[in-house]
């Protein structure tokens, strides 16, 4: 099924690599246009460039921190200059995090807050304000399967993809109660071959492995198996779909 998102207005953070790419590509294929935002503007102007290649115009490059309100209010109003309004926010920054609690340094907590949850938060707020002007709507905003399973090693990450998981839930009730016909929903993934998740599989030679034995499904994640399920939950097939989780973990959950 071609176009399924045909005529939308994409707004995708964390889009200069990862989850954010195959989100960015996959949306604009099937009939999006796309702002790529990220804090790496030359990793965003690289994705920008290479869907312009084939669809000429569907796609801009913005910078954004998206720990930044006044950021974020900037980001939007390029946002929608360019693409005329805006009706899907794919809230995907973020940065991990792997230390027990004793070991876990404030800073270091307030960081991975700041970037996985505050930022959520931010996103959410300023843009409402304008997919309210192009209905239907769609929030999706990357979790993790760390925001419904816990880790000994991992509780700022776990404490800010839960935020992300309950707070979603928030939103879709408030667009509800407000009569919008905005959906807000959470997408969490397991182990996904993306560059942070690269990067540590290079440490051992038999990392990829074992993380593989972890997934029923006996295999890590690829960018589209999430992008996938983001196009589904940004296009109208899922106008009935808010306050919803939507697990992409091979099966860990069920165990």
Not at 117 to 146: E, R, T, W
Not at 156 to 174: C, D, E, Q, R, T
């Amino acid at each position: 099924m071609a176009g399924r998102v045909d005529g939308k207005m994409a707004m995708v953070t964390g889009g200069a690599s990862g989850l954010g790419t195959a989100t960015c590509k996959l949306l604009v294929a099937e009939g999006a246009k796309v702002v790529v935002a990220d804090i790496n503007l030359k990793g965003a102007q690289d994705v920008a460039d290479a869907i312009n290649k084939d669809a000429p115009g569907s796609a801009k490059a913005i910078e954004l921190d998206v720990t930044s309100e006044s950021g974020w209010q900037t980001a939007l109003d390029e946002a929608v200059a360019f693409m005329g309004g805006l009706n899907i926010l794919v809230n995907n920054a973020g940065i991990g995090g792997s230390a027990p609690v004793e070991d876990e340094t404030f800073e270091n907590w307030k960081k991975i807050q700041s970037v996985d949850l505050d930022s959520v938060f931010l996103g959410c707020k300023y843009a409402l304000g304008h997919m309210k002007a192009h209905q239907p709507g769609s929030i999706v905003n990357i979790s993790s399967i760390a925001g419904l399973i816990a880790g000994h090693n991992m509780g700022a990450y776990n404490a800010a993809k839960a935020g992300v998981w309950l707070f979603s839930k928030s939103v879709a009730l408030h667009c509800a109660k407000r009569g919008y016909d905005i959906r807000s929903n959470s997408v969490h993934p397991t182990f996904i071959r993306t560059p942070i998740l690269e990067s540590l599989l290079a440490r051992a030679e038999d990392a990829e492995t074992k993380l593989a034995k972890q997934v029923p499904l006996g295999r890590i994640g690829e960018p589209d198996d999430v992008a996938y399920a983001v196009l589904y939950l940004a296009s109208d097939e899922s106008r009935f779909v808010t306050g919803s989780e939507l697990k992409i973990d091979g099966g860990i959950s069920a165990m």
